[in-house]
């Protein structure tokens, strides 16, 4: 019953952030920037997000391995998805930046048929620069074999700060 | 056909074997075909490496974080310093990549290459309490850690080149590996393509091959009823004149039945094979085979009815001639049914039913070989023959037939002692129908039981009818068909008696001098049974069947009836009147009453009660009666009877 509740509250709590209002001051240090097409911003261009704004999102875990390890690792963060509905994304696109300026683009719709996640937390502890932090963009490398191919790996971005909607 | 069997079984196993063998062949190089692409993808997929990227990438954070100190050496404010800090978080976050998971292992594979990395690592891990804590104050501290990470920097580079150069010559040869695949794959297909190709003929093969075992006959090979349609029809679209010539062994029946089956199939193959290379390739005909001992041969290009007679007359002929089988020798004949076309028919249904007719024709006309064209005479005669048999069984069925009454009388009392009945049928379309043929019918379409039990059924009713209007009752004599002996003749006719409250002795049988005979060969005990339960028994039409006198002996009958064709001879004939007297002494030599049939005049009578004859029936006394007349009738034959009996005393 609890969760219904703890549901339904969220789902009020995303459809009033999606009716375009302005978004709060982020209180933490902005780990995430998003600009382009979205509804929801702080300035009226961009959308700072820290943490703790990340982690009251719907989030989902990944157990799995990568090719950059050697065993199975625990991987948390919000649904990209769920970042992009926050925001109120419009576009169709999506542009990624790392802190070293690497960055992949792709479309909405692959975004929605895989579910990725923002990984802040990997075992249970926050990432950092040096781990890959602040944010890891995870594919379910588990739950689809397909995505375990060159061009799936070149898309988990890493260091992720930045993202466009376009 | 006990010696194909195995032949044939041995052939469909080999083709099975082969078969499977194809299909295994067709399986393996797919699958061996699959297996080598998925090897060369992921051959090229190893090789090509990400840990080139990977260590360009380290190549590359080093640089920056050494630009990045360079810069906080020249202006150093807190933005260069944060720089700072940021450039080496990230330049420590390359090296775990390299020295772990993937790109990992294959770095692992040149030599040196992870010391070199866990040095350069180890050597940054170094300056983390610089870079964090002292640069702060000392900005000038960077030229330290630049100078430190020199060495680092030459070593990294010289790896990243390295790791360059050899993942290329990997991939390369990785390459040529996956050509040398691609060519095995080329092999591989050229299989699958072969095996494919040889499933296709098979597969058309079986085809081509099954049509034909649809089109032909098994046991001859030669075409069978199918093809012989799909013949006919094309034929018929032609629109030019051709025969059919439909032939029915005679007496193969007997070979099956005597010889045995083996010897039958052989025997057909036999037909076949006489028929085929003495007609088909002589005369460009096409012999069918359609089925049991029933054969035909389509015509082609008819010129006139010249060229039929020929094909059928050589077809007779090539039965004249004895077929040795084994050590058998079997003579057989053939009747043959032929139509021409479009004479006698425009589609392959009534030109084969026609044929067939014709066939039936030739077949009833002789009992070894004959030929008959269809007419269209025999196709009414047959049609009048099925509507007869549907009208039959509706007619017992509502009553329609009805019965008439032939007195019989007494020669020296001229009373009339009993009647004889006879069954008439008037049909809507063919008015009066014999009763031969209403017999006849009833005999072949198994109506004769319930015919015969109406007719012995209609009679007592009859009787008790008369009795009922103050008539005194007369035995009536009922004509038994063939096929009734095999019933229990005299619990039917007694029944039937008992139903009416008629007393026994009122209902006579006449069986003809054939059904006497098959009766005494089937049902042994019919006759005296009849005797015991008073039902006395007259052979009719006596002197036109196939009895012999010797019969005449052994038959427990009553009556003997002489056939109207003697009788209506005695007048002028003295051979006739000789013969005549002396049956009448015969039968009564025998204990039988003797009865004349088709008397037509006063002479006749006179002359067989000299003979003493028992008794007469005939038109001089009455023609055969409806019921209503048959008192009035005889009581006129009575005083007719008195009257010429008075005029005699006078």
């Known amino acids: 019953m609890t969760k219904w509740t ?9 459809s009033l952030s999606v009716a375009g209002a302005p978004l709060p001051q982020p209180t933490g240090p902005v780990i995430l920037s998003i600009s382009g097409k979205i509804e929801n911003t702080q300035d009226g261009q961009t959308a700072a997000l820290d943490l703790s704004l990340l982690q009251s999102l719907q989030s989902d875990t990944f157990r799995l391995k990568t090719r950059w390890s050697d065993s199975i690792h625990n991987y948390h963060g919000p649904l990209l998805s769920a970042v992009l509905r926050y925001v109120g994304a419009q576009g169709d696109h999506i542009r990624l930046t790392a802190l070293n300026d690497y960055s992949v683009e792709f479309e909405r719709q692959y975004m929605d048929s895989y579910e990725p996640i923002l990984a802040w937390r990997e075992d249970g502890e926050q990432l950092s620069v040096r781990e890959k932090g602040p944010l890891w ?13 060159e061009i799936n790996t070149g898309r988990m971005i890493w260091q992720l700060s930045k993202i466009e909607i376009y | 056909m006990g010696q194909r069997l195995p032949y044939m079984g041995k052939k469909v196993s080999r083709k099975r074997v082969l078969l499977i063998a194809i299909v295994l062949i067709f399986f393996i190089s797919a699958a061996m075909s699959l297996f080598q692409l998925r090897q060369s993808i992921a051959l090229l997929d190893e090789n090509y490496g990400t840990s080139v990227f990977s260590m360009f990438q380290l190549k590359l954070e080093l640089r920056r974080f050494n630009d990045a100190l360079a810069l906080y050496q020249v202006a150093p404010d807190n933005a260069h310093l944060e ?3 940021t450039r080496y978080d990230l330049l420590w976050s390359r090296f775990p990549v390299l020295l772990e998971g993937v790109d990992g292992e294959r770095i692992a594979k040149f030599e040196h290459a992870k010391e070199t990395l866990n040095q350069a690592f180890n050597t940054v891990k170094s300056l983390e309490q610089d870079v964090f804590k002292k640069l702060a104050s000392e900005p000038e501290y960077s030229l330290q850690i630049q100078q430190a990470l020199k060495p680092q920097i030459a070593q990294i580079d010289a790896l990243a080149l390295q790791n360059y150069y050899q993942t290329n010559i990997l991939f390369n040869r990785s390459e040529s590996q996956v050509i040398d695949l691609q060519q095995q794959l080329i092999l591989l297909m050229c299989g699958l393509i072969l095996s494919g190709s ?3 003929v098979m597969i058309i093969r079986e085809n081509r091959l099954n049509r034909h075992q649809a089109e032909h006959d098994s046991l001859t090979g030669i075409p069978n009823r199918a093809f012989l349609q799909n013949e006919i029809s094309r034929y018929c679209r032609k629109k030019q004149p051709f025969a059919l010539h439909l032939i029915d062994l005679n007496g193969f029946k007997d070979v099956n039945d005597t010889l045995g089956h083996h010897v039958g199939d052989a025997l057909l193959q036999a037909v076949s094979n006489r028929l085929s290379n003495g007609i088909d390739k002589r005369y460009g005909c096409l012999t069918c085979r359609l089925g049991g001992d029933e054969f035909a041969i389509l015509q082609p290009r008819l010129i006139n009815n010249d060229s039929l007679r020929i094909i059928t007359g050589k077809a007779i002929q090539l039965f004249e001639k004895r077929f040795q089988i084994d050590q058998h020798t079997c003579f057989i004949g053939a009747s043959i049914g032929s139509v021409i076309y479009p004479e006698h028919g425009i589609d392959v249904g009534s030109l084969l039913t026609r044929a067939d007719i014709a066939m039936y024709k030739a077949k009833e006309q002789a009992a070894h070989s004959s030929q008959m064209l269809f007419d269209f005479d025999m196709d009414a005669q047959i049609h009048r023959r099925q ?12 009553s329609k037939l009805h019965l008439v009454y032939q007195p019989i009388v007494s020669l020296q009392t001229q009373q009339v002692v009993s009647l004889e009945t006879l069954l008439r049928w008037d049909h809507e379309t063919y008015g009066a129908i014999p009763p031969l043929e209403i017999i006849s019918i009833a005999e072949k379409y198994s109506l004769a039981n319930t015919l015969g039990c109406w007719i012995i059924d209609e009679a007592c009713r009859q009787i008790d009818e008369w009795r009922n209007e103050g008539f005194q009752p007369l035995p009536v004599a009922v004509n038994i068909s063939p096929s009734m002996h095999q019933l229990d003749l005299a619990a039917i006719i007694n029944q039937s008696l008992k139903q009416h409250n008629l007393p026994q002795g009122l209902i006579r049988i006449e069986v003809t001098e054939d059904t006497g005979m098959q009766i005494l060969k089937e049902t042994q005990d019919l006759l005296p049974g009849l005797a015991r339960h008073n039902i006395s028994v007259a052979l009719d039409d006596f002197g036109t069947g196939l009895s012999s006198l010797s019969h005449l002996q052994q038959l427990p009958i009553q009556t003997l009836k002489i056939d109207r064709s003697f009788i209506s001879k005695i007048s002028e004939d003295q051979v006739s009147r000789r013969l005549v007297h002396n049956i009448i002494g015969i039968g009564h030599d025998l204990g039988m009453k003797v009865v004349a049939e088709g008397i037509e005049n006063e002479a006749e009578a006179r002359l067989l009660a000299t003979y003493q004859c028992d008794y007469g029936q005939g038109y001089l006394f009455s023609k055969p009666l409806a019921p209503r007349l048959i008192p009035a009738c005889c009581r006129e034959i009575a005083m007719t009877a008195n009257d010429s009996a008075v005029t005699e005393t006078c």
């Open chain 1, 6 to 14: 703890l549901a339904l509250l969220a789902c009020w709590a995303v």
């Open chain 1, 137 to 149: 963009l995870m594919l379910p490398l588990d739950k689809y074999h397909e995505l375990n191919s």
């Open chain 2, 83 to 85: 720089d700072v800090k």
């Open chain 2, 198 to 200: 040889l499933l296709l």
């Open chain 2, 387 to 398: 509507q007869l048999q549907k009208d039959l069984r509706i007619a017992l069925e509502r």
